[in-house]
Structures are given as C-alpha cells and as structure tokens.
C-alpha cells in the first residue's frame, strides 16, 4: 500500500532557476537526504533529479524496499526534481532511490548528493549530517600564509587504505581518527607542509585507487563517518598542515547503482559515446555542455572546500577533459564546431570552476594534472587561461627519472634531459610531482630506478631529492619515497614500515626532513618559485662530469643560494665554481654527508670566493664535489 509522502521543499524559484543556468554552486544545501524538524513531527526531506523518470520512490529497510511505497512528488517547473518529506526517519536511516524511467526500466540508484554510504560492497545510501563543531579557526583565518603562490608547499601524496594497515591486523584498515594519530606526528616529523589524499570520495572498486567515484558527496565509509573524517582534517589543521584532495570531474564508472543511465537516460554522461565514454578507463565522462550537470560539480568542488575546510583540490586528468581525441584513433572522435580537438564545453568549465573557486574560496589552490603543452592552464582566465593555480611538471618528472635511471657513465649524453625544463619552466606555475603513477605497472620504486649498487641508489636518490627541492616550482612526493620503499606501491597493503630500522631506509627519511626544513627556512627557494627571476644557471654544459650548478633567488639577493651538482660517482677536487657574489659562502647541505648515509668526502663548511670572474659570475670558490651528490650554499655574513 503506497504511503503518503507530505509535500514539502527545499528550494526556492530561484534555487531551481539557478541549478537549470548551470550557476548553483551549493546543491548539497537542497538536494539529497536532509532530516528535518517540520510542525513539530522530525523526518527526512529527499530531492533527486530525475527527469525522465515516470515514478521515483525512496526504497529502504523501513519500507521493506518495496518501490511502491513512498514515492516522491515531482516539481511542477519542469526542473525534473522529485521531492518530498518522509516522516519519522532520522540520520542513520539506509536507503536508495527507486527509478520507473519513461524507457520502461526500473532502477535503483544511490543518491548522488549522499553525504554517508554502507561499506562497500554494500552500496545504498546513509541519512547523515555534516555538521561539525569545527575547531580550526586559527587555520582557516592565517591559511593564506600556507597555500599562497609565494610560500613552501611541499605536498606528501598518500592513499588512505595503503598507507598504514592495523599492524596487528594487516586486512583491516585504520579508521580517519587512528591515522590522525600517526601521520600527524609523522608529517611534523618530516616536514612537509600539506598532505594530499588521493580520492576519498566514496568509490566500490577499491583498486581503482578511488579514481571511479559513485558517491562523489561521502567520504569513504570505509575509514568512518564524514565527522571522523573532518576531526583528521580539524587535527591536522591544528598542527598548521594543509590538505588537499583529489578530485576526479573526468568521468565516473558505470556501476548500476552509480550515475550512469541515471534515470534511463545519459543524464550526467554524454549521450555521444565519442564524447561519453572513456576507452582507457573504460568508464564515462560527464556531460560538461548540461547545465544542471556543472551545477553537480562545481557544488561537488565547494562542499569540499565548505563542509571539509579543504586547502586545495588537485583536478585528476585534465588533459582528457581538454582534447576531444584523447586516446581517440582516427573516426572514434568528431571535432568541434571549430574544426578543431578541443573539448570546448570542458575548457567552459574547467574556467567556470576556477573562477568560481577563486571568486569564493581565495585562499585555496586549484592544481591541474595535465599532461599535455595546452597553454595557460595556470593563467587566469581573464588572460585567455583555464584559471588554475599549478600545473603539474609531467614533463620534468619523465625527464628526470629518465636521466637518473642512466648509469652515470651515460649520463652525458642525456644531459639536456636535466636542463630542458627551465626552456619551458616558466610558461606555467609548475608543481614538480614524483607521483603515484611512477612507483606502480612494473615502474619500480623510485629509489629501485636508480643505477648502481645500494650506496650508489641511495645516494642517487637523495641528489634527485636536492635537486627537486632546490629547483624551481612547488613539490609533492608520494608516500614511501621518503624512506626508500624497495618495492612497488600495492595498494592492498601497508607500505614496508619496518625497512626504516636500517640505516640507508632511516638516514633517507632524515635527508628528507632536512630538505623540507631547508625548503622553508629559506626565501630564495619559494618567494619567487615560478618566476624566472628566482633561477639561473651558474653552469648547464659540463657535460663530460656531469655537473649542474644554479642559483636561487627571492626578493632579496642576500638571500640568494647556489647548488651544485655532481652526478656521477668521481669525486671531483677543487672544483671551481662561480657565484654570483663576493665574500663567504657557508655549506648548508650536503648529500653526501655520513649523516644521510653518504661517503663523508670532507667538504669545508665555508668558503672565501676568489675574485675572479668565473662561469658568467663575478667571483669564485673552490670546493671538492663529492660523488653522486648536491650541495647547497648560502651567503654568509658577520663573523
């Protein structure tokens, strides 16, 4: 016997005009699950859009799922959006939607905006709230000061599940508020300034690392509730660490009870498969020309930043949204009005989002994994780019890796692969990413590309590091590569903790946490880090000994560092080198040193230049370049 469900709405004329013209930017105020205190009887208000359904109804325990009770009204403004109040449900009640679509199936759907899931495999929706008694005002007020384009950002890319299992149960993940307790301390241990959670956004197929997202408005219930979830950020922010979050508006799988064929319909997927779906991901891609459909993201994109306190959203595979022939052979793609690739409904978007962000949320970064020469992704939009904040440098990443997996008697011959990056360098606001896609697919772990003997990976691994930290653009590393995890990230299991009871795995944590120090103490590394007043080369074309010498600058030259770079295994005595200022110049870093494991070839802890002009600058020291190492020096003043 169908059961009476009241008339009763959340939205205004207004809302719906909003939402229809593509501009709403706060759906999850008004759509999905909401319980509601009305004339006094509690219950929970639903709103779905849905609007080629015939019938939807709210199936769930407390109806027996049976789609024939509780059925929803739908609005008479032809918006497609079914609403109503159920009375006596309350936060906690299971549920989902069913969906009699004017195709003539019926469907049952989880709710796009729902705020809490069951555990997969389990897949229905959770009445929840968001409200959280937040206690990071300090943060929220002063977070400019740590997500600004002229700070340190020094980003830990980690994945819930694999970070840390239960050591004592290694099937059983740590819940939100068991890994606060040990990754605070250990981001403080190491230094770095934020941390970025691949996708926790509710997702069923646990491998896919959280890129194929169902429930883009719950986080993961797999760890806890959405307040445990906000305690980790809250504690986080409490220890002045920034969070950031991977957020994926590039397509989404086609699980029966996801958005796909939501109402029978391509309703949030393009109805044309070459725009629709994805070949590599096998998955689909949202319908960036729909209105209703941008309104679903980009108030995806704020209830994040709202309801979560995020710092920033890196956007997961731009490049796919941009180019209508991505992974495309020739006749699987039709170009656009213009003749041309670009997905001109995604570039719309993509600015749309951005400048909503920047206009609400000033404070936070939007960073774009983009692969490609597209331009302006990190120019605003009113100078004809896409308005994000950063880029990732996928281009410096393959180069680098590329140069260092060569034995070092090659490495001549690549030489330019370490020097080209600053020909394009300063074209966008580059983040240099060492990710998870290059520890995994038989890529090896980072400190496994190395060449050499273990002393010779290990102390490979740490110059790349220098030089990473000490070049231009912001930095992300992902989680293992601080400590030299040997094998391949596996993203069923726990990285290989205990490595760090040996000296080469422990010694490399310690170089690390000096970096990140290093990185934020000094301005000349951040004031200016993508501009190209902030670097010059000192010496790019010693080819035969394979060594790179820099200069790093801020707004102010006394500041200014220089690095030095010998990348082969000879160790190079009285090594001349210019600089760009007369007077002492003090060793602040040494990869080589015993500290980090190194092979303590004695460097002197200060030196006076010559004055002779040498490699373009006006003066000159002479030091002795250990093997397979970096040095950084700072100008030294007073006695």
């Known amino acids: 016997m169908p059961q009476p469900v009241e008339v009763h709405s959340l939205l205004s004329e207004f809302d719906v005009f909003l939402f229809k013209a593509g501009r709403h930017y706060k759906l999850y105020e008004k759509f999905g699950s909401h319980e509601l205190l009305i004339n006094g009887v509690k219950g929970v208000y639903f709103a779905v859009w ?31 959006i079914w609403e109503g109040f159920i009375p006596g449900l309350e936060n906690g009640e299971v549920y989902k939607y069913h969906i009699h679509s004017n195709t003539g199936e019926h469907l049952e759907k989880s709710d796009p905006f729902a705020l809490h899931t069951e555990i997969p495999p389990k897949t229905a929706s959770i009445v929840a709230t968001t ?118 508006p590039s397509h989404f799988p086609g699980d029966a009870h996801g ?11 393009h109805a044309d498969p070459r725009k629709g779906f994805h070949p590599d991901w096998q998955s689909y891609i949202f319908n960036y020309g729909r209105n209703e459909v941008k309104s679903f993201l980009i108030s995806n994109a704020f209830f994040w930043l709202d309801r ?14 941009l180019y209508l022939d991505y992974s495309r052979k020739a006749g699987e793609w039709e170009p656009n009005e213009l003749g041309g690739n670009e997905n001109l409904e995604a570039v719309a978007f993509l600015k749309e989002f951005n400048e909503a962000v ?72 580059f983040m240099l990413p060492l990710s998870h896609d290059e520890v995994v697919y038989g890529k090896r772990s980072l400190v496994y590309k190395m060449p050499g003997d273990e002393w010779q990976k290990f102390a490979n691994l740490r110059a790349l590091y220098l030089y990473m930290f000490t070049f231009i653009g912001t930095k992300l ?23 760090l009871q040996y000296k ?8 690390v946490a000096k970096l990140n120090e290093i990185y934020r103490k000094y301005p000349a590394l951040y004031e200016k880090a993508f501009s190209p007043e902030g ?20 707004h102010d030259m006394v500041n200014d560092l220089v690095v030095v770079l010998n990348l082969t295994p000879v160790v190079r005595r009285k090594f001349k080198l210019g600089v760009p200022h007369p007077g002492k110049w003090e060793l602040i870093l040494n990869s080589d040193d015993q500290a980090y494991n190194g092979s303590g070839v004695s460097v002197k802890k200060e030196l006076v230049t010559e004055n002779e002009p040498w490699m373009g600058q006006e003066q000159a020291i002479v030091v002795d370049l250990p093997p397979l190492s970096g040095l950084v020096f700072k100008r030294k003043f007073g006695k």
């Open 50 to 80: 849905a609007p080629n359904a015939q019938t939807v109804s709210v199936v769930g325990n407390f109806n027996g799922w049976n789609p024939h009770s509780h059925q929803l009204q739908v609005r008479w403004d032809s918006s497609g």
């Open 131 to 248: 409200y959280f008694d937040w206690n990071d005002s300090e943060w929220m007020f002063s977070r400019r000061e740590h997500n600004a384009l002229d700070r340190p950002m020094s980003v830990y890319e980690m994945h819930l599940g694999s970070w840390l299992r239960d050591p004592k149960d290694p099937d059983r993940f740590l819940s939100y508020l068991e890994i606060a307790e040990q990754l605070i301390p250990y981001i403080q241990e190491t230094g770095f300034t934020h941390v970025e959670f691949m996708p926790i956004m509710e997702h069923p197929y646990y491998p896919s690392w959280g890129y194929q997202i169902t429930g883009y408005y719950a986080a993961s219930s797999r760890f806890g509730g959405p307040q445990d979830l906000m305690k980790l950020i809250e504690l986080l922010h409490e220890s002045q660490i920034g969070v950031i979050l991977d957020w994926v």
């Open 259 to 269: 958005l796909y064929n939501f109402d029978g319909t391509h309703l949030y997927e």
């Open 308 to 321: 979560y306190h995020i710092d920033g959203l890196r956007v997961d595979a731009v490049a796919s949204m």
């Open 358 to 429: 920047s206009k609400y949320y000033p404070n936070v970064q939007t960073i774009a994994e983009e692969s490609t020469s597209w331009t302006g992704v990190s120019r605003a939009t009113f100078n004809g780019g896409l308005g994000f904040g950063m880029k990732w440098m996928m281009g410096w990443m393959h180069d680098t890796l590329a140069y260092f997996k060569e034995d070092p008697i090659n490495r001549s011959y690549h030489h330019d692969k370490l020097t080209f990056a600053t020909v394009y360098g300063f074209t966008e606001n």
């Open 477 to 499: 590393l992902f989680m293992g590569g601080e400590f030299g995890q040997t094998a391949e990230w596996n993203v069923n299991q726990s990285l290989d903790w205990h490595l």
């Open 504 to 511: 080469p795995h422990s010694s490399l944590k310690n170089f």
């Open 535 to 554: 670097f010059f080369w000192i010496e790019l074309e010693d080819r035969d000994q394979s060594v790179f010498a820099y200069c790093r600058r801020g």
